[in-house]
């Protein structure tokens, strides 16, 4: 798979798909998972910034725009759509793949911030994935309070669904 047709994404941007799409392929071997799964987290990969430097995206904005479009070309994985949609915000009731998505999004190698942290965290994630998303969307949470934004509710009710 690659980028569909209707991706509106710079060459920066597709440099950072690409990361994350390797990062979920390299969880996926380290890990052992089927490949219809393999299949579903590439494809939410590949797909969750498609439309992120579309005129009308933004930060919240580019996710479900992705997964509306994505569905409209024929996905119909309701968890593949899921990742896509909330991959910004989290998603209380994401399986696997919009767990992984989550990671991989943030802790892909070509982010410029706390790299030694994240590439730790990206190691850990094959035998302590649970451990790492709850240390992620901390890490997530933290930095949206610090930014002044209040919290969206599915980020509340996500990280509630992590430690409760």
């Known amino acids: 798979m690659a980028l569909p047709p209707w991706a509106q994404a710079t060459p920066e941007r597709r440099a950072h798909i690409e990361?994350?799409?390797?990062?979920?392929t390299q969880w996926a071997t380290a890990m052992g998972v089927p490949q219809a799964e393999r299949g579903r987290w590439i494809r939410a990969a590949w797909l969750h910034d498609a439309l992120r430097d579309a005129p009308a995206a933004n930060e919240l904005a580019h996710g479900p725009m992705a997964a509306d479009r994505a569905a409209q070309d024929g996905e119909t994985d309701r968890g593949v759509l899921d990742a896509i949609r909330y991959h910004s915000l989290g998603h209380a009731g994401w399986d696997g793949v919009g767990r992984m998505l989550?990671?991989?999004d943030f802790l892909e190698p070509g982010r410029d911030y706390d790299r030694e942290e994240r590439r730790a965290l990206a190691a850990r994630v094959p035998l302590e994935r649970d451990a790492v998303l709850r240390e992620v969307a901390r890490r997530r949470i933290e930095w949206v309070l610090r930014s002044g934004w209040s919290l969206p509710p599915e980020t509340v009710a996500f990280w509630n669904a992590l430690v409760l």
């Open 19 to 24: 990361r994350v799409v390797g990062l979920v």
């Open 102 to 104: 989550y990671l991989a």
